[in-house]
């Protein structure tokens, strides 16, 4: 079992639309993750963090975190064909050492 | 954010040549960077935690004396693809943790990425 799963996609939205994205991770020890949006050909761009139990809001994003289940989400809002790249989740190991995810395809379609 | 520099942000080189990337912290000190690598349609791959003052730290499988790491300050780390081959042709991306900030999380920040082609 991977450290950190997430559906590799694609996800095909409608422009407007919500998209979602899930994450679920394997150690329990966790306390720190992230949220990455990499474009074909570009490095990964940090969205977003969150550590306590929850949700989280920053403009369109919101990201949900679930200790006991063990499981993290991003909800993109409104979403735009600027949207559409791959969607990095990760979490910190030890070490300040990023654990990443495959990542999650998104396509907005107009 | 912080801001992470790399240069070039493309290098060809021929089989058998060294290439040096550089990885810079422009607004922030970095006692560690991290080196990863990409291959086409693949996900990051740790390769290295590059450490100021001491040696790097390298993950299974990666040749520590192909892949020479210097962090030569608390700014600046290097990359050297020693003696490289057509397989090594990868995207080389480098990124650095800011220390501190709310409840003290750090947060990673990543470079441009250089893409190596070796011919």
């Known amino acids: 079992q991977k450290e950190v799963e997430q559906n590799s996609g694609p996800l095909s939205v409608p422009e407007g639309a919500i998209a979602s994205l899930n994450c679920t991770y394997s150690?329990?020890?966790?306390?720190?993750f992230f949220w990455y949006r990499q474009y074909s050909g570009k490095s990964p761009e940090l969205i977003m963090f969150?550590?306590?139990?929850g949700d989280k809001e920053d403009g369109r994003f919101t990201a949900q975190l679930n200790k006991a289940s063990q499981y993290v989400s991003l909800l993109i809002r409104d979403s735009q064909p600027s949207d559409s790249a791959t969607y990095l989740c990760?979490?910190?190991?030890?070490?300040?050492?990023?654990?990443f995810g495959g990542g999650t395809r998104v396509l907005v379609k107009p | 954010g912080a801001v992470v520099s790399q240069h070039p942000s493309w290098v060809i080189c021929k089989s058998g040549t060294s290439v040096k990337i550089e990885c810079r912290s422009l607004?922030?000190?970095?006692?560690?960077m991290f080196w990863y690598r990409q291959f086409p349609k693949q996900s990051l791959m740790l390769m290295a935690t590059?450490?100021?003052?001491?040696?790097?730290?390298?993950e299974q499988g990666v040749e520590k004396d192909k892949f020479l790491i210097n962090h030569a300050s608390l700014t600046l780390s290097t990359l050297t693809v020693t003696s490289a081959h057509p397989e090594d042709s990868s995207f080389y991306i480098c990124?650095?943790?800011?220390?501190?900030?709310?409840?003290?999380?750090?947060?990673?920040?990543f470079g441009p990425g250089t893409r190596l082609t070796v011919l």
């Open positions: 150690d329990r020890g966790s306390q720190s």
């Open positions: 990124s650095a943790p800011t220390s501190g900030g709310l409840h003290g999380t750090d947060t990673q920040y």
């Open positions: 990760a979490l910190k190991a030890a070490g300040n050492k990023l654990t």
């Open positions: 590059s450490n100021e003052g001491s040696k790097a730290t390298y």
């Open positions: 607004d922030f000190q970095a006692t560690t």
């Open positions: 969150i550590y306590s139990n």
